[in-house]
């Protein structure tokens, strides 16, 4: 049968990490931190792709990396 192997250590930091990932709704709250960071990810950063996705500098011409559409 299997078995008979190392025991495995384990970290007491790496542990009490895990469990506060996985419990993170019985300790997250909304404060100030919090609201900023949920803010620049949920609305800036996307804001921010969106701008330099649209920006003229950047966007090229599909006829000129294509050439002309086929008849």
């Known amino acids: 049968m299997a078995g008979g ?3 495995l250590l ?3 930091a790496i542990e009490k990490w895990f ?3 996985e419990n993170t709704h019985h300790y997250f709250k909304f404060n100030r931190r919090t609201t900023t960071h949920v803010l ?3 609305v800036a ?3 921010f792709l969106y701008a330099g996705a649209s920006a ?3 966007q ?3 006829k000129e990396i294509r050439g002309a559409p086929r008849q």
């Open 40 to 42: 620049a990810l949920a």
């Open 10 to 12: 384990f970290d007491p």
């Open 60 to 62: 090229m011409k599909f």
């Open 45 to 47: 950063f996307p804001l």
């Open 19 to 21: 469990n506060m990932q």
């Open 5 to 7: 192997g190392p025991q």
């Open 56 to 58: 003229k500098k950047f």
